[in-house]
Structure formats: structure tokens, C-alpha cells
């Protein structure tokens, strides 16, 4: 019974830290296209050039898809993990 316990824990503190892991990917790449996207923005203010405007619009435009594809990506893996961590808890309370 103590190694199943302890099996338990070891299982669901990796799928803790995973979700962890997740966690921190989405917020990180959140942040990171958010950046992405005031900077093409300031850029887009600036711009003089038809061309220049449509190219930092379009950029503009896909790091708000990218950020949001990825993003849900990591929050996708992270529920996933969790689904997971509750399957372990019924096989091992059952």
C-alpha cells in the first residue's frame, strides 16, 4: 500500500510540474506576442509608405494569430495534464 502511495505522488507531482511547465509557456508567449504586436503597431504609426503599412499590418495581424494558436496550444497540453492527474487520483482511490 506505501509503494502505491508513493507511486501516486511521484506520478502526479511530474503532472504537476508539467502543468507548471504549460502554465508559464502561455503566459510567456502571451507576453511575448503582445510585444510582437505594440511593436508593429508603432511601427505601423510611423510608416509613410502604403507598402510598409499593408507589411507591418500583416505582421501585426499574425502575431496576434500566432500568439493565440500558441497560447492555446500550451493551455490545451496543460488541461490535458490535468485530465490526466484526475484519472491517476480515481485508479489509485478506486
Given at each position: 500500500m506505501y509503494n502505491e502511495e508513493r507511486e501516486l505522488q511521484i506520478k502526479l507531482a511530474k503532472l504537476q510540474t508539467d502543468v507548471q511547465i504549460d502554465l508559464t509557456l502561455a503566459v510567456s508567449t502571451v507576453g511575448l506576442f503582445v510585444a510582437?504586436?505594440?511593436?508593429?503597431?508603432?511601427l505601423l504609426i510611423n510608416a509613410t509608405e502604403l507598402f510598409d503599412q499593408i507589411a507591418f499590418f500583416i505582421g501585426m495581424l499574425a502575431s496576434a494569430i500566432l500568439g493565440f494558436y500558441f497560447a492555446r496550444l500550451f493551455i490545451q497540453k496543460m488541461r490535458d495534464k490535468r485530465k490526466e492527474m484526475e484519472e491517476l487520483r480515481k485508479e489509485y482511490v478506486w
Open positions: 510582437l504586436i505594440i511593436s508593429f503597431q508603432q
